[in-house]
């Protein structure tokens, strides 16, 4: 049984379980894509159909990460075609203007009073890890596989704000994606999983987390290029990315997700 945290019902449990012991075994193909949730192709090619049919019949779920936007269409009906329902996701990136942002926003802003900020790495309580589960889940955004949180399997960390209670307000995490030998995505950190809870929404904490979280992995990991997902229409999480520095880019993710192995088909927003 592999050693390790994850959150969410018994099926996203489980569907991270999976994920995490494919990863394992796939740590080391640069064909791949992890960031704590369900091991993806980085990209289709004429070999790729089996082994994503593989990746999605032992997980329930996997991607095509970077599908050129001329392609997208073609590849989602493809898939559609063999059976798959797809989740489709604007990819979000960019390197030194996000930087820069990052670190304007965390020089601008402050944490509301009472609200303080504690990161998730390997020595954080887990407690810390737990608060920060509980507030992505509540937004209907899917906690990493905790060791991908700790930074403990890859390069990777959280940041939880926790009111006067202790409770959670907010959270963001980052992770490596690709294996670092692609040529292409091999130097691009995920961001994201930003999730505010709503009685403390329009605090600015998922822009200051989220800003922390990119400065941490930088300075941390040396990471300088940062992408994520957005489903079109998350006006909000459009907002906080392109305050952040991040533009829309000519790339789409397609995910494809089990209904069965996860009800609501949907990993998460
Ligand atoms: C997205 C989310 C994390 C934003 O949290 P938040 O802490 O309220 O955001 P902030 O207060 O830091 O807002 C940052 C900026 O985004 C803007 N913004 C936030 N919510 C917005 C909305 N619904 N519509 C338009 N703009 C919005 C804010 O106005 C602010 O811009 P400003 O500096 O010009 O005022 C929160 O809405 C949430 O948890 N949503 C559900 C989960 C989700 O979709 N997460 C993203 C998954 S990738």
Request: glycine share 10%.
């Amino acid at each position: 049984m592999v050693n390790d945290r994850f959150f969410g019902t018994e099926s996203q449990q489980s569907l991270l379980r999976r994920g995490r012991s494919i990863y394992d075994l796939f740590a080391g193909d640069v064909r791949v894509s992890y960031h704590g949730r369900t091991v993806g192709l980085l990209r289709p090619s004429a070999e790729s159909g089996p082994l994503l049919d593989r990746l999605f019949a032992l997980q329930g779920a996997s991607t095509y990460a970077d599908v050129p936007a001329e392609d997208a269409d073609i590849v989602q009906s493809e898939l559609e075609a063999r059976g798959y329902s797809i989740t489709r996701y604007q990819c979000w990136s960019g390197g030194d203007t996000v930087i820069k942002a990052a670190r304007n926003i965390v020089a601008t802003y402050a944490l509301p009073k009472g609200i303080t900020a504690h990161w998730i790495d390997a020595d954080a309580p887990d407690l810390h890890l737990e608060r920060l589960a509980d507030v992505a889940l509540c937004c209907g955004v899917l906690p990493l596989a905790g060791s991908v949180l700790r930074g403990q399997l890859k390069p990777g960390l959280g940041i939880v704000a926790l009111d006067e209670h202790g409770q959670a307000a907010s959270c963001a995490a980052a992770s490596s994606f690709a294996h670092p030998d692609d040529t292409i995505r091999g130097s691009e950190a995920w961001w994201g999983m930003l999730a505010t809870h709503k009685q403390h929404r329009g605090k600015k904490l998922a822009l200051i987390l989220g800003a922390m979280a990119l400065l941490k992995m930088h300075e941390r990991f040396g990471f300088q290029q940062f992408m994520t997902g957005v489903q079109p229409g998350n006006t909000a999480s459009e907002a906080v990315c392109a305050k952040t520095g991040l533009s829309p880019q000519p790339r789409i993710i397609l995910t494809a997700v089990d209904a069965e192995a996860l009800p609501g088909g949907k990993l998460t927003s």
